[in-house]
């Protein structure tokens, strides 16, 4: 089956502690996304990859690293340095745009809880 | 700037038609989107509509679209339990491969 997974489903670390997020799609997907969803905010860009061995910082980069050194993965890791790491992280893909359209395909999110 | 608005909650009775309502700044978006996220779930693109098109209906859907106001809209018919979840609208702007997502309307369903 094609689709987009994001492990774990929860996760729980200790203040001061970094902690890598996974995302992995076999769509063969050009492009991909990290998101942090948290209550009344919508979705805020974290770091987005149009292409393996590139990335961009989204609006709210601080605090977190990126790389992208498989077409298939996009791992996440929220530093130390993140002020309020709590939150929902989405993970997304999408294709090589042909045009302006862009749908872009969602993971089932991370929780993680800083305690 | 860039910028998507929508109200935060929305209550319907079960049977009733839900219209969830966005307004977009960005003139230059050719695309606009609606997608939906089910409780502890990611996001499903549920409809898009083309910014030369005024009106895309499907099944119980209807996209209404009014570039002039860069306002857009939602209708789902006869609205069913199942439909209860948070609906983002979204744009793409022409310039490059981000988008700009609005806060969500979260749609509550009344029995």
């Known amino acids: 089956d094609g689709g987009i997974t994001q492990s774990p489903k929860y996760l729980f670390r200790k203040e001061g502690q970094n902690v890598t997020l996974s995302c992995e799609q076999n769509?063969?997907?050009?492009?991909m996304y990290w998101y942090r969803q948290d209550p009344g905010q919508g979705l805020r860009l974290i770091y987005y990859?149009?292409?393996?061995?590139?990335?961009q910082k989204g609006d709210i980069a601080e605090g977190y690293s990126v790389s992208r050194e498989k077409k298939e993965s996009f791992p996440l890791t929220v530093t130390s340095a993140q002020k309020n790491p709590t939150a929902f992280y989405l993970c997304?893909?999408?294709?090589?745009?042909?045009?302006?359209?862009?749908?872009?395909?969602f993971g089932p999110g991370t929780r993680l809880t800083v305690l | 700037g860039e910028d998507v608005e929508q109200s935060l909650f929305l209550s319907v009775r079960e049977g009733d038609s839900s219209v969830i309502n966005c307004t977009y700044t960005d003139s230059s978006s050719t695309y606009l989107y609606w997608y939906k996220q089910e409780p502890g779930a990611g996001l499903q693109l549920l409809t898009y509509?083309?910014?030369?098109?005024d009106m895309k209906q499907d099944q119980r859907l209807t996209v209404l679209l009014n570039k002039k106001d860069k306002h857009l809209s939602l209708r789902i018919a006869d609205t069913q339990t199942g439909d209860s979840a948070i609906y983002f609208c979204?744009?793409?702007?022409?310039?490059?491969?981000?988008?700009?997502f609005g806060k969500g309307t979260r749609l509550h369903i009344l029995p």
């Open positions: 997304a893909s999408s294709p090589r745009r042909q045009s302006s359209y862009n749908e872009q395909f």
């Open positions: 979204a744009e793409t702007p022409n310039r490059d491969d981000k988008i700009i």
């Open positions: 769509l063969n997907h050009d492009a």
């Open positions: 990859s149009q292409i393996v061995n590139d990335f």
């Open positions: 509509i083309f910014s030369n098109m």
